[in-house]
C-alpha cells in the first residue's frame, strides 16, 4: 500500500475542504478508493500509488480554492473530484472582481481558460453546452472590463429568434414581447451590479440590452459587445455582428451549437464562423464541455442523455 503526507496550508481552510460531518471527505475516499487521516498538521493518504497521487493533488488544491471562499459547496468538490478522475486537476485562475466586493471564480479549466482568452483577445468564440458558464463569464469579463476603464460600455446582444414559439402570441408591445430574449443578459448582470448602479449605468447608456436587429448601421467603440444565443444566428447576421465592432472594442461570442431554433434550411452563422474564421489567430476560440458544467449536477446527466441520442 502506498502512503502520501499532504500538508496543511490552512487550518481553516482544510475544514470547508472536510465539509460539515466530514461530508466531503467521505466524497473524496469513496471516488479515489484511499484512505485519509488527519494527523495534527499533516493529512496522511494511505492507497494505491494513483489514487494516492490524485488525491493528494485535489487536497492541496481544494485547500487553496478554499482559503479564498467562506463556504466550500458539496457540487464544489464533486466537480473538482470529476475533472481529478478525468486527469485534470482544479481550475486556478485570477478571479474577476465585480461591483459590491465580490468576486467571480472559473470552477473548471476549461473556464479558467476562457477567461484567459477575454483578458488577452480582442475577439473570443466560446461554444458549449448548457450550464458551462458561457454568457455568464462573458459578462463578468465585461464588466472587468468596464472597471478598468478599458472599455466604456458593455453592450449585450441576443438574437430573438423562438424555441417552438412565435412572438406574435405573447402580450404586450414590441419592447414587452423582445424582453424574454433579453431576460438572462439581465439576470447575469443583476447578479454583478447592485440595483440602483445598474439602473444608473442603463440611464446613463454605459449599459445597453438589445436584440440583435438593432445592430445594423452600427459602429461601437470602446465597447465590450456579447452576442448570445449565437447559434441562432444567420450567416449574414454573424457577418452583421462582427463588423460592428470599432477602435478599442472587444467581442465575445457565446452559442450551444447543440440547440439551434434557426429553420432546418438555415445555417448557423455561428458554425460557419467557427469554419471560416478559423485562420485568424488573433480570434480566440474555446470549445467547453459537459465537464465545464456548473449548474445542477442533474445538469451535466441531462445533457450526457441528449448527446446519446
Do not use: W
Not at 438572462?184 to 440590452?209: C, N, Q, S, W
Not at 445594423?216 to 450567416?235: F, K, Y
Not at 452563422?269 to 442533474?298: C, K, N
Request: charge should be neutral.
Amino acid at each position: 500500500m502506498y502512503e502520501q503526507t499532504v500538508a496543511v496550508i490552512d487550518s481553516k481552510a482544510l475544514m470547508k475542504v472536510f465539509g460539515p460531518s466530514d461530508e466531503n471527505l467521505r466524497k473524496v475516499r469513496n471516488a479515489l478508493d484511499v484512505k485519509i487521516t488527519l494527523d495534527g498538521s499533516k493529512v496522511i493518504l494511505r492507497g494505491t500509488s494513483e489514487s494516492v497521487q490524485r488525491a493528494a493533488h485535489l487536497l492541496e488544491q481544494l485547500q487553496r480554492f478554499a482559503m479564498h471562499r467562506s463556504v466550500l459547496a458539496p457540487e464544489d468538490v464533486q466537480r473538482a473530484i470529476s475533472q481529478v478522475l478525468h486527469g485534470s486537476g482544479v481550475s486556478e485562475c485570477r478571479p474577476i472582481d465585480v461591483f459590491g466586493g465580490r468576486q467571480i471564480r472559473a470552477k473548471t479549466n476549461g473556464q479558467a481558460q476562457y477567461l484567459e482568452l477575454l483578458r488577452s483577445k480582442a475577439i473570443v468564440f466560446c461554444i458549449g453546452p448548457a450550464g458551462t458558464g458561457k454568457t455568464y463569464l462573458a459578462v463578468a469579463g465585461a464588466v472587468e472590463a468596464l472597471r478598468a476603464e478599458i472599455v466604456r460600455k458593455i453592450v449585450l446582444v441576443r438574437p430573438a429568434v423562438e424555441a417552438g414559439e412565435s412572438l406574435g402570441f405573447l402580450p404586450g408591445d414590441l419592447n414587452a414581447k423582445i424582453n424574454p430574449y433579453l431576460r438572462p443578459l439581465f439576470d447575469a448582470l443583476g447578479d454583478m451590479f447592485d440595483r440602483d448602479t445598474l439602473k444608473r449605468y442603463m440611464e446613463e447608456d454605459r449599459i445597453e440590452v438589445i436584440p440583435l436587429a438593432y445592430m445594423r448601421g452600427r459602429t461601437l467603440n470602446n465597447a465590450a459587445i456579447i452576442l448570445d444565443e449565437a447559434q441562432n444566428t444567420t450567416v449574414a447576421q454573424m457577418k452583421m455582428f462582427l463588423t460592428r465592432m470599432g477602435d478599442a472594442s472587444m467581442i465575445t461570442v457565446c452559442g450551444d451549437t447543440t440547440q439551434i431554433d434557426l429553420p432546418d434550411h438555415k445555417m448557423s452563422g455561428l458554425i460557419d464562423a467557427s469554419y471560416r474564421l478559423a485562420e485568424i489567430d488573433a480570434i480566440g476560440r474555446i470549445q467547453l464541455h459537459r465537464s465545464d458544467i456548473v449548474r445542477h449536477p442533474l445538469v451535466e446527466q441531462i445533457v450526457n442523455a441528449y448527446e446519446k441520442e
